[in-house]
T-cell receptor, first 115, second 108 residues
Framework: DGGITQSPKYLFRKEGQNVTLSCEQN?????MYWYRQDPGQGLRLIYY???????QKGDIAEGYSVSREKKESFPLTVTSAQKNPTAFYLC??????????????FGQGTRLTVV | QKEVEQNSGPLSVPEGAIASLNCTYS??????FFWYRQYSGKSPELIMS????GDKEDGRFTAQLNKASQYVSLLIRDSQPSDSATYLC????????FGSGTQLTVLP
């Protein structure tokens, strides 16, 4: 089945710890995105990547890092510099970057909690 | 002004009624417009996309776009309890930007 797989579904982070969220897609999509969602709010863009080995900061990139070494994979690291990381993290992908008519599809999300 | 604004809700409609969800956006260069449905605790699911002025119908869903007014809406006809969810408007200009969502409850 084609789709976007995020893991783990739930993740707990201790203070001062870096954690990495996985996102893999087998849709042959060029573009991948990371969003953060806080309770009762919409999605805010953290990072996006239009092609392999290239990525751009979104609106709230501080405290996060990404890599795009393979087309299928776009992992997100939440660093200790992110002071309020508890949120629902969503990975998405689309066939092309920000072209008209390109629809974005989401993985199932990772719920990160600081303990 | 937020880039994408949705009516705050929550919105409640009786089963079988028409639910109307509204969204305005600020970037006149926006080219693509999407509606996503998000059930509690789940990820957003794409339900409609629209790119040209006018109406686009898909089953019980109709998306309406008016670029001059920078307005996009979603109508859900014959609303069902299973339509109860948060509906997110998304607009693509330089990025794909989401509104904060409108929570819809369809009462049996």
């Amino acid at each position: 089945d084609g789709g976007i797989t995020q893991s783990p579904k739930y993740l707990f982070r201790k203070e001062g710890q870096n954690v990495t969220l996985s996102c893999e897609q087998n849709l042959n999509h060029d573009a991948m995105y990371w969003y953060r969602q806080d309770p009762g709010q919409g999605l805010r863009l953290i990072y996006y990547s239009q092609i392999v080995n290239d990525f751009q900061k979104g609106d709230i990139a501080e405290g996060y890092s990404v890599s795009r070494e393979k087309k299928e994979s776009f992992p997100l690291t939440v660093t200790s510099a992110q002071k309020n990381p508890t949120a629902f993290y969503l990975c998405a992908s689309s066939m092309r970057p920000f072209d008209r008519g390109t629809e974005a599809f989401f993985g199932q999300g990772t719920r990160l909690t600081v303990v | 002004q937020k880039e994408v604004e949705q009516n705050s809700g929550p919105l409640s409609v009786p089963e079988g009624a028409i639910a109307s969800l509204n969204c305005t956006y600020s970037d006149r260069g926006s080219q693509s417009f999407f509606w996503y449905r998000q059930y509690s605790g789940k990820s957003p699911e794409l339900i409609m996309s629209i790119y040209s002025n006018g109406d686009k119908e898909d089953g019980r869903f109709t998306a309406q776009l008016n670029k001059a007014s920078q307005y996009v809406s979603l109508l859900i006809r014959d609303s069902q309890p299973s339509d109860s969810a948060t509906y997110l408007c998304a607009v693509r200009a330089r990025q794909l930007t989401f509104g904060s969502g409108t929570q819809l409850t369809v009462l049996p």
